[in-house]
């Protein structure tokens, strides 16, 4: 199994991007599916999460309203859509896969998941 993040990059505060994921090597549509990220200095924390049927999501408090998860069970990937960023928003973006609980619902922990991207770097500049 692999997962293949991009969509990361340099952009200013109030701007935006759209981070994909797309797994292969088998199957997840009725897996969860999950973003976090890791500051400089600090450690990997929970960002949003989406249920296998994506009508449930979960957000940490410091992105609510401001990005978007989703997925395309279709092409196995899952997306994030981050607006108005923050330069508290600098971070490596990990996408997460729960391959353990088929129709599940989705977790916040990194414990929850068991496959990772390798990340991809989202650089917000003020």
């Known amino acids: 199994v692999q997962l293949q993040a991009c969509g990361g990059g340099s952009v200013q505060a109030g701007g935006s991007l759209r981070l994909s994921c797309a797994a292969s090597g088998r199957t997840f549509s009725t897996y969860a599916m999950a973003w976090f990220r890791q500051a400089p200095g600090k450690e990997r924390e929970f960002v949003a999460a989406i249920e296998w049927t994506g009508r449930n999501t979960y957000y940490a408090d410091s992105v609510k309203g401001r990005w978007t998860i989703s997925r395309d069970n279709a092409k196995n990937t899952v997306y994030l859509q981050m607006n108005s960023l923050e330069s508290e928003d600098t971070a490596i973006y990990y996408c997460?896969?729960?391959?353990?609980?088929?129709?599940?619902?989705?977790?916040?922990?990194?414990?929850?998941?068991?496959?990772w991207g390798q990340g991809t770097l989202v650089t917000v500049s003020s």
């Open positions: 997460a896969i729960d391959g353990s609980r088929p129709k599940g619902g989705a977790g916040v922990k990194e414990s929850d998941y068991d496959y």
